[in-house]
């Protein structure tokens, strides 16, 4: 048994050598984004419009010049979000209020800010209204705002 | 990485089963004796131990895991040891996003039954399974953290140290060989689950002296030990 000691204990040591080799990676502390859906105030009208974002004082571009229904758009620790979105090459501001909770996703990943929609605010340029179908902003993603669009233009 | 962990607990569940091949062997052909032929003591007075993997936890636990523990044990019937075992931990995670550090004392007490049968009352050589119930109490703080901003701005912060303790229940499967004479060495592997667990509110209450990470229920767990037969008689015997 003296020796098959020795050997069990340095085939074990190995393997988890090994295996902490590759275990030795942590994994990000989630991302959380507001889920934002886009559509026309004349429900017969199905195109979709083009759409840019960029957070208000920022210089980086969160969405570019993007056909989409549906966008996605981080919140910032402070206790509201404000946007620059353009639809359709028309300029609106959004702003969203906003409660945050410091969430501990694991003591690997670290923690990170889940939300609550208290209110909004927005100029009419393009957009036509707002509603907030779940103010639950999580890192599961879900529709949180639905943004109607006047189609005047 | 979860499945790589199952597989390297059941090759170690294997090795286990090889490295006392002839002793179960012989055991399975003595299940048709109706009692065994050891019913005498095979230890006499207490057997001293110290976990020598103690140190080199990081192999097999994220972060810097690391401590001493010291045990003790008698053999209270034959093939029936009562075990405490008493230590200390500490665990460290820094990296990018987290900078934690936890460490604790712990205390566990149990029972071992040897499975092995032993031919003669110079075989000591013992393959167990066991019990323990295990208390910690430990300090824990969050020296930083940053949350993953890469838009807004970065957000960090900190925790202040924090108190908390842990009770769990453990079931350990191990071998222990007398490799001279009183001096043993084994290895055991332990699977733990948490019974009580203390109860923060932010952050959570994350890595328990002698339990491991408690932000899971239960936990696999292995160690290897040397211990020392302090021989003498105990009572009447």
Excluded at chain 1, 30 to 53: H, L, Q
Excluded at chain 2, 152 to 163: A, I, L, T
Aim: charged fraction near 20%; aromatic fraction near 12%; glycine fraction near 6%.
């Amino acid at each position: 048994m003296n020796h098959s000691h020795i050997k069990i204990l340095f085939i074990i040591l190995t393997g988890l050598s090994i295996l902490n080799g590759c275990d030795e990676t942590f994994e990000l502390p989630p991302s959380v984004y507001s889920g934002i859906n886009f559509a026309y105030s004349d429900s017969s009208k199905t195109t979709s419009p083009i759409i840019s974002a960029y957070g208000l004082g920022i210089d980086s571009l969160l969405v570019d010049s993007v056909s989409t229904k549906k966008i996605s758009l981080p919140f910032s620790v402070n206790d509201n979000s404000a946007f620059v979105l353009t639809i359709d090459s028309i300029i609106d501001t959004l702003t969203i209020y906003h409660t945050n909770t410091l969430t501990e996703e694991s003591i690997e990943s670290g923690f990170y800010y889940e939300y609550k929609i208290t209110s909004i605010n927005f100029t009419t340029n393009r957009i036509d209204s707002v509603a907030i179908p779940d103010s639950t902003v999580t890192s599961i993603w879900n529709e949180n705002l639905e943004i109607y669009i006047n189609d005047n233009n | 990485m979860k499945i790589l962990k199952y597989i390297l607990t059941t090759i170690i569940s294997i090795l286990i089963l090889c490295s006392t091949e002839n002793a179960i062997g012989q055991q399975s052909q003595k299940k048709k004796k109706p009692t065994r032929n050891d019913n005498f003591f095979h230890m006499e007075g207490i057997r001293i131990g110290t976990v020598v993997s103690m140190p080199f936890q990081s192999l097999w636990n994220k972060g810097d895991r690391y401590g001493v523990e010291g045990n003790v044990e008698f053999e209270l019937k034959p093939n029936l040891y009562p075990v405490a075992e008493i230590g200390w931990e500490k665990k460290k995670m820094n990296q990018d996003y987290i900078n934690y550090n936890s460490s604790g004392s712990y205390l566990r007490f149990g029972i071992n039954y040897n499975l092995l049968e032993a031919e003669s009352r110079q075989e000591k050589d013992i393959l167990y399974i066991g019990c323990r119930y295990g208390l910690s109490y430990a300090t824990q703080q969050i020296e930083s953290y940053k949350i993953n901003d890469s838009y807004w701005n970065v957000n960090s912060g900190s925790f202040p140290s924090q108190n908390y303790h842990c009770q769990w229940a453990e079931i350990v499967l191990g071998l222990k060989g007398e490799i001279a004479k009183n001096f043993y060495m084994g290895w055991a592997i332990h699977y733990k689950v948490a019974v009580l667990r203390g109860d923060l509110d932010m952050p959570m209450a994350s890595f328990a002296p002698g339990y491991g990470n408690i932000e899971n229920g239960s936990t696999f767990d292995f160690s290897y030990s040397i211990s020392y037969n302090l021989p003498f008689r105990i009572g009447t015997r």
